[in-house]
């Protein structure tokens, strides 16, 4: 059952796909972060450990405080009000980088791209072109489920106005660099949605000792930068994010999307 009197969800009060338990170890720096990550064991350790991180201050106050006040619309939910880790296949062939959790959306119903108009526009994508089950995401625990990929945010929280800090990118970072050190074997296509998730995802390959061109490849909208990695030919794409600021001004349309997300899928196969 929830514990009405926090303001997010319990380790293992019965959420739907709670990954944490209450003897789930939880960061309280970014020190912490890095050890914790490093020394997990396997991708649903380190998904549980992720999910109880309380490394960034802001960052946990900002979360709880909307899980706590709620949007009106959302004001008989319980909100999860914590980090949200990557979901999907554990040996996934395209991973799909993103900035960071909605305050409404992932920070509400648990997942991240959840319950959010840019989720709506992600996932209808995806269905269309095989990489999800369904053309819907509403909540954890709704029968969705990725195909082929896994799904990440490179920070884990929800931040104030969708704008975390360099402080907080980086001490977010370790979660990022142990799940590539599961995922990238398998890994043929890195989509990277917005030029957040660009970065995040250069840092992060370079980390994992894959050659990056010099000088950086820039950010675009369907650019498509091969590398080397562990499985053979990674491709790295990039994709306008689905935020309402650029669907709703038509800077990215259903055919974009369809047109980035279409191309991993046949890169996957």
Known sequence: MIAERLPFVAPGTGWPDDPASADTPAASDPAAVAEL?????????????????????????????VALERRRSFADEA???????????????????????????????????????????????????????LPTSTHAGDGQRLIHARMVAAVRCAPPLNKPTNDERDACRPWLDRELDFVLPHLRVV???????????????AAHGIAIPRPKPKFGHGVEVPLEGPAGDLQLLGSFHPSQQNTFTGRLTEPMLDA?????????R
């Open 37 to 65: 990550a490093a020394m997990a064991p396997g991708l649903a350790e380190l998904t549980a450990r992720q999910s109880v991180c309380r490394a960034c201050p802001r960052l946990v106050e900002w979360r709880e405080q």
């Open 79 to 133: 909100y999860w009000g914590r980090p949200i880790a990557g979901w999907g296949e554990d040996e996934p062939r395209v991973l799909i980088v993103g900035l960071a959790p909605a305050a409404h959306g992932g920070n509400r119903t648990g997942r991240v791209f959840t319950g959010d108009r840019s989720g709506d526009w992600l996932f209808a994508s995806l269905y269309r072109v095989g990489l999800a089950a």
């Open 191 to 205: 989509v990277c949605l917005g030029s957040f998730g660009w970065d995040a995802a250069l840092a992060t390959l």
């Open 260 to 268: 980035v997300l279409g191309r991993a899928a046949a890169l996957a």
